[in-house]
């Protein structure tokens, strides 16, 4: 199944116990916080953790997602309801609604065609007020990442809330013009074995600056690591900060 950690609830669940709060979420929030009671979009919000950590920082926050089962995970967690949660996608979104609009987990690589990704970056555009953020990471290509997308660097044991042990690893299947297929495979100790697919965009740093300037941003800064280091650094991001 496409995108499965997301709409396969037993895969949402592995999901959540992989990808608990880090240092990615730190350095989003960090940029809200420049911010004051922002209003705050989080577009592809998933499971909801970096929205409701921006919610309990003293934001108002609107988590958009077109998956239902991964909103489901959002809204029985601790603080959900002080989040708003909107199973959509960009072209729902209200009209000069947000101060800051962030995609957090790599969701700009999502948006294959240059076609959507032109459309979403619109959209964010228009619902942004004048003056408002946009932030976002997408890996840099410069860094070859998928390289190591492979059974032996990628894989691991992600434990379950309830005690269960989940093996897990990764495998390019394709690569074609800036674009990544690949493939997640999951074992559960009953022997149950499930399968995500997906394909990713890299898009190299002079790309990600033309369409945002195209789409009417202004971009402030594009930082290579989590720390805010220059464009090359060994996490291998592009983290985007552009300005409506």
């Known amino acids: 199944m496409r995108h499965a950690e997301f709409n396969d609830p037993r ?30 979009l989080d577009l592809g919000c ?80 228009r619902t942004l007020v004048l003056g408002g953020r946009l932030v976002f990471e997408t890996r840099d290509p410069e860094d070859r990442g998928w390289e190591k997308w492979n059974a032996e660097d990628s894989f691991r044991r992600i434990t379950l809330p309830d005690g269960r042990v989940v093996e897990a690893w990764t495998e390019v299947t394709d690569i074609r013009d800036g674009a990544v297929s690949f493939a997640i495979h999951y074992e559960f100790p009953d022997g149950e074995a499930l399968l995500s697919t997906a394909t990713l965009r890299f ?30 650094a060994e996490d291998g991001e592009l983290l985007v900060i552009a300005r409506a």
């Not at 669940?13 to 209003?39: H, I, K, M, Q």
């Open 11 to 40: 895969l949402v669940a592995v999901y959540d116990a992989e990808c608990p709060w880090s240092r990615e979420d730190d350095f989003f929030l960090s940029v809200v916080n420049e911010t004051l009671a922002a209003r705050v």
């Open 203 to 232: 898009r190299p740093e002079d790309h990600v600056r033309t369409f945002l300037e195209h789409a009417g941003f202004v971009v402030e800064q594009i930082y290579g690591g989590w720390n805010r280091e220059n464009v090359g």
């Open 46 to 125: 998933g499971t909801g953790r970096l929205a409701l950590g921006i919610s309990a920082a003293g934001h108002s926050v609107t988590g958009v997602d077109p998956v239902q089962a991964s909103l489901e995970a959002a809204r029985v967690k601790p603080g959900a309801g002080q989040v708003t949660w909107i199973e959509g996608t960009s072209p729902d979104l209200p009209d000069a609604s947000f101060d800051v609009a962030v995609m957090t987990s790599h969701v700009a690589q999502f948006f294959v065609q240059y076609s959507e990704w032109e459309r979403t970056l619109a959209d964010l555009k």
